[in-house]
């Protein structure tokens, strides 16, 4: 407790859709009488192996993470990141049939990550490569892996690079599915009291919605962390993962991410079956 109130440690990426989700709560345009907030920075995949030791009050995760940590975390309605029909790609330096994948040395951006788990969905059978998000690109240019799945700005950019699109996930799941792709979730400890869950969730919502409804200059904020990003751009991604999927939890969201940690279980790619669930 700090000034009577709760203190919460709210940890997210430094990524432009995720600043635009907190802007308002980090500028104070959006407050609580009960709860207090410290922002934390770090990179999704950091991120999901924190939230294993319960080190952060909230925090976001990839839904793929929520097995791992559902003993210490309960998701929260607010905060999703979703792609409805589009989602990570994959980029190849010499193009070919995504069917041609199997077997091959592919770059991925961690393997608690959601686009892992759907690349792995996709084709179970290749070789994964871990490395930071901003090192697949330079990879698949340099030869070092056959292909990588791309998150974040790379899913703009990734043309400037010369690369081939051969796939995007998020349009497959689309396809066989016919649901969006649930891939960044935020979560909150369990043994919080109720009221400090239920309000930070219910701050967590207006931040996005007050973003959604000043996105002038919520965007000029989160274009300080789109690294690199134009206006257009950042605007265009902010706009793919900050939606009206993101401001409360939708069924089909829901049912979309328990398919995916159910037919990951079933294969084999997640060690825990879980049902997923929120405040």
Partial sequence: MENGKH???????PDSDDAFMFYALAKGHVSSDLVDFKHVLSDIQSLNVAAREGRYGMTAISYHAYPYVAD???????????????????????????????GKKIGVPGLMTTAYLAMRLYEPDFDAVVMDFDEIIPAVERGD?????????????WSESGLHNILDLGAWWKEEHNLPLALGANCILRHLPEDVKKESCRCLSESIQYALDHRAEALEYALQFGRGLSNEDADEFVGMYVNHHTTAMDPEVLR????????????????????????
Wanted: hydrophobic residues 40%; proline residues 3%; without cysteine.
């Fill in 72 to 102: 210490k975390y309960i998701l929260t309605a607010a905060g999703s990141s979703v792609g409805d029909g589009y989602g990570p790609i994959i980029v190849t330096k010499v193009e070919f049939d995504p069917k041609d994948l199997k």
């Fill in 145 to 157: 892996v056959d292909a990588g799945v791309v998150i974040h700005e790379g899913q703009l950019t």
């Fill in 7 to 13: 203190l919460v440690d709210i940890a997210h990426s």
């Fill in 256 to 279: 979309s991410g328990q398919l995916m940690l159910d037919l990951g279980y079933e294969a084999g790619i997640v060690k825990k079956q879980v049902q997923l669930e929120y405040v």
